[in-house]
């Protein structure tokens, strides 16, 4: 019996310059899609998008940061691969979003519009850049309960994100990850600071909720096609408001509760279309041994990866 397939979307952390350029090249459909999202980008804010993010001063390794920018690129480059599957006949039959991908996710399940989600998502970047200060992320390789047990972590950030049981992520003030970061050397726990401005899934973005959530109201979501899987939500939960998409990237990730509640139900076919293949990562160390769950990346720093 065939598995049921999983778009996955990721958010924040996955991004890089160029990603997506060998597809926006060579593929069609997969350029339309970023061209219109182009269009939609200069319209609102009269910059380019994809002079930034295909600038050829800028390699695959450097710094890409600004919110501005790196929120809409990564809906971008995450819808036009959709687009591309949903082409070639790869058809979901769930779509779960991390953090800023779940505007991704509710597009494919029919949610919102294309439009929609893409304005949302530039808004959202532009009032976060207004309203909210500067902060820091960082991922870090260890059983999660070392937050609670480690004064200065607990004390100092907020908990972002448990993605498998040896890996979560922190919030909080540049200032203050420079010291849980100096701790961690000291007692050789691996840990890699993400490339963002923002504290993600913490209180230092709360200054953008209010704007945020009155720009959400004008919203009308409507009844998903395929049913949509939220990484700070219970399966099963109740029904969509406006307010998921501020809880996105304001609540804490539960990818690996999720993960965990999914395999229970079924196994599935894992489809990772972010731009680092990151949660194909994260599910690969969430699976039991015994689960016979597959796991596919479609895009890489590396590559892209056709799936049959």
């Given at each position: 019996m065939k598995q049921p397939i999983i778009f996955m979307f990721s958010g924040q952390g996955s991004h890089y310059y160029q990603m997506g350029r060998e597809l926006y090249n060579q593929e069609p459909v997969f350029k339309r899609k970023l061209q219109a999202a182009e269009a939609i980008f200069r319209d609102i804010t009269g910059l380019s998008i994809l002079d930034n993010l295909y600038n050829d001063r800028f390699k695959k390794s450097d710094p890409f940061s600004q919110t501005l920018f790196t929120h809409p690129s990564i809906f971008m480059v995450e819808y036009a691969l959709a687009c591309l599957l949903l082409e070639q006949g790869v058809i979901p039959d769930y779509v779960l979003g991390a953090s800023?991908?779940?505007?991704?996710?509710?597009?494919?399940?029919?949610?919102?519009?294309?439009?929609?989600?893409?304005q949302a998502v530039i808004v959202q970047a532009q009032m976060l850049e207004t309203y909210c200060p500067p902060g820091a992320m960082m991922a870090i390789i260890h059983p999660h309960n070392l937050y609670q047990d480690l004064r200065l972590i607990r004390e100092q950030s907020e908990r972002a994100a448990i993605n498998f049981p040896s890996h979560f992520v922190i919030s909080g003030k540049t200032d203050h990850l420079k010291q849980i970061e100096s701790l961690l050397d000291e007692q050789d726990i691996i840990f890699h600071n993400l490339a963002v401005v923002h504290g993600f899934h913490s209180a230092l973005i709360d200054d953008a909720a209010q704007p945020f959530l009155q720009f959400l109201e004008r919203l009308s979501l409507k009844t998903p096609h395929t049913p949509f899987i939220s990484c700070v939500r219970d399966i099963?939960?109740?029904?969509?408001?406006?307010?998921?998409?501020?809880d996105a990237i304001r609540k804490p990730i539960r990818f690996h509760d999720i993960i965990e509640a999914l395999e229970i139900e079924n196994h599935y076919t894992y489809l990772d279309l972010g731009p680092s293949g990151t949660l194909a990562t994260f599910v690969k160390y969430n699976l039991k041994k015994s689960s016979s769950s597959r796991i596919h990346t479609t895009l890489t720093s590396s590559s892209y990866s056709h799936y049959t």
């Amino acid at each position: 019996m065939k598995q049921p397939i999983i778009f996955m979307f990721s958010g924040q952390g996955s991004h890089y310059y160029q990603m997506g350029r060998e597809l926006y090249n060579q593929e069609p459909v997969f350029k339309r899609k970023l061209q219109a999202a182009e269009a939609i980008f200069r319209d609102i804010t009269g910059l380019s998008i994809l002079d930034n993010l295909y600038n050829d001063r800028f390699k695959k390794s450097d710094p890409f940061s600004q919110t501005l920018f790196t929120h809409p690129s990564i809906f971008m480059v995450e819808y036009a691969l959709a687009c591309l599957l949903l082409e070639q006949g790869v058809i979901p039959d769930y779509v779960l979003g991390a953090s800023v991908g779940e505007f991704c996710a509710a597009v494919i399940a029919g949610i919102l519009t294309f439009e929609e989600a893409f304005q949302a998502v530039i808004v959202q970047a532009q009032m976060l850049e207004t309203y909210c200060p500067p902060g820091a992320m960082m991922a870090i390789i260890h059983p999660h309960n070392l937050y609670q047990d480690l004064r200065l972590i607990r004390e100092q950030s907020e908990r972002a994100a448990i993605n498998f049981p040896s890996h979560f992520v922190i919030s909080g003030k540049t200032d203050h990850l420079k010291q849980i970061e100096s701790l961690l050397d000291e007692q050789d726990i691996i840990f890699h600071n993400l490339a963002v401005v923002h504290g993600f899934h913490s209180a230092l973005i709360d200054d953008a909720a209010q704007p945020f959530l009155q720009f959400l109201e004008r919203l009308s979501l409507k009844t998903p096609h395929t049913p949509f899987i939220s990484c700070v939500r219970d399966i099963p939960f109740t029904p969509l408001h406006s307010g998921q998409f501020w809880d996105a990237i304001r609540k804490p990730i539960r990818f690996h509760d999720i993960i965990e509640a999914l395999e229970i139900e079924n196994h599935y076919t894992y489809l990772d279309l972010g731009p680092s293949g990151t949660l194909a990562t994260f599910v690969k160390y969430n699976l039991k041994k015994s689960s016979s769950s597959r796991i596919h990346t479609t895009l890489t720093s590396s590559s892209y990866s056709h799936y049959t």
